[in-house]
């Protein structure tokens, strides 16, 4: 659930810069393309600020962004057959993440990824296709980094690569951005 007061203006502070950087891209682009980037601004925002406090994702803004992926395919594809293999590619995308990361837990005795991190990641599949996830695991990473480095800085501190990183709060708005910028890639 949405908090209000100090998360609450953090969420649209987040919704706002993420808008920022969208909105070039959008100028051509139709109504209701438009809506849904707004939903995914406050979506972005949501979980970006949550993740960032709690080390949780809210399994509803990842609803959320997964449905505005559907709906986005569903009107980009309109063939029945296509939005299943659509569908079939997010979960795909999940299972193998789910896996690796599993997989990395045994061997190594290290969690890589939560497992709501992996669900966004499923939810993104849906928005930007498996192509722009590459991308969007890029700039979520590059993002991450700099936020540990700044964060050490004003700790004063070395930074801890090791630590426990809200990498929700770097992935949804990643995947609002990559969405606006190169579409679903599919």
Known sequence: MIRRGRSGAAIATVALFVGAVMAPALMTRPMHEWLAAAALCLLAGWIAIDDLRT??????????????????????????????????MAFGVAALL????FVYGRLRGVS???????KLVAASALLVGPWGL?????????????????????????????????FGT????????????FGRGA
């Open 55 to 88: 080390l949780l994702i809210p399994d509803l803004a990842v609803v959320g962004i997964g449905a505005v992926g559907l709906a986005l395919a569903v009107n980009d594809l309109a063939d029945p057959a296509a939005i299943l293999r659509w569908l079939g």
């Open 98 to 101: 789910f896996l690796f990361s």
């Open 112 to 118: 890589v990824m939560g497992f709501g991190d992996i």
């Open 134 to 166: 590459g991308l969007q695991i890029l700039i979520a990473s590059l993002s991450a980094l700099i936020f540990v480095l700044i964060r050490s800085i004003r700790r004063g501190r070395r930074p801890r690569f090791a630590a426990a990183l809200p």
């Open 170 to 181: 770097f992935l949804a708005p990643a995947a609002a951005i990559v969405w606006a910028w």
